[in-house]
């Protein structure tokens, strides 16, 4: 069964350094997401791409978070200048149409 | 505004007992209903969903949840947990808008005795 995958699976990074995190959808899916899980709460939404652009935002997505899909394959999460409340999972997902989303393996951010 | 509230964060059982994890939804109508789990250290697997029709969806790895809409609920239930089964169970729901966006609970940590 095709998979969403995500690369790195942990990034350690210091604090006000830019970090990008990639997904690789499967193939057919038009929906992607992008979702976070700080240790011990829950999943958390970020924002929602379709159609090469944001179709919704959480109020976390803020100026220092980015998405694009550069090469009609791979979806990246962008930010800028990281904080230490940004120590999360990010979890990337993506779906065809009416149906399920599908969830990558995550990647652990850590913000040192 | 959307919201999930799954109101046990902890639930411990003995292996070969039932299982019934409670999900309540806040939403204007009727969204899609879905649980999944996240084992320690791992991505969310979906276990099972709800879309329309019969209310009684059945799942993976024995599971099956109920939709009850003059309760707002739709509690995930086992009828015999495995020891495989410890794991944190979250419940979403996804609004039917233009985005689709996925609202989840807390989470309920399912404990297994043996």
């Known amino acids: 069964e095709p998979e969403v995958t995500q690369t790195p699976s942990h990034q350690v990074t210091q604090m006000g350094q830019e970090v990008i995190l990639r997904c690789v959808p499967i193939?057919?899916?038009?929906?992607f997401y992008w979702y976070r899980q700080i240790l011990g709460q829950k999943v958390e939404f970020l924002v929602s791409?379709?159609?090469?652009?944001?179709?919704?935002k959480s109020e976390i997505f803020d100026d220092q978070f980015s998405v694009e899909r550069p090469d009609g394959s791979n979806f990246t999460l962008k930010i800028r200048s990281t904080k230490l409340e940004d120590s999360a999972m990010y979890f990337c997902?993506?779906?065809?149409?009416?149906?399920?989303?599908?969830f990558g393996p995550g990647t652990r951010l850590t913000v040192t | 505004a959307q919201s999930v509230t799954q109101p046990d964060i902890h639930i411990t059982v003995s292996e070969g007992a039932s299982l019934e994890l409670r999900c309540n939804y806040s939403?204007?109508?009727?969204?899609?209903l879905f649980w999944y789990v996240q084992s320690p250290g791992q991505g969310l697997q979906l276990l099972l969903k709800?879309?329309?029709?019969?209310?009684l969806v059945q799942g993976i790895k024995g599971f099956e949840a109920e939709f009850k809409r003059s309760q707002s609920s739709f509690n995930l239930r086992k009828p015999s947990v495995h020891w495989s089964d410890a794991a944190e169970y979250f419940c979403?729901?996804?609004?039917?808008?233009?985005?689709?966006?996925?609202?989840f609970g807390s989470g309920t940590r399912l404990l297994v005795r043996p």
């Open positions: 997902a993506a779906r065809t149409g009416h149906d399920e989303q599908y």
């Open positions: 193939s057919n899916h038009l929906y």
């Open positions: 791409f379709y159609n090469n652009e944001i179709s919704e």
């Open positions: 939403y204007g109508a009727t969204p899609y």
């Open positions: 709800y879309f329309s029709g019969d209310t």
């Open positions: 979403a729901v996804g609004p039917m808008d233009s985005s689709y966006k996925l609202i």
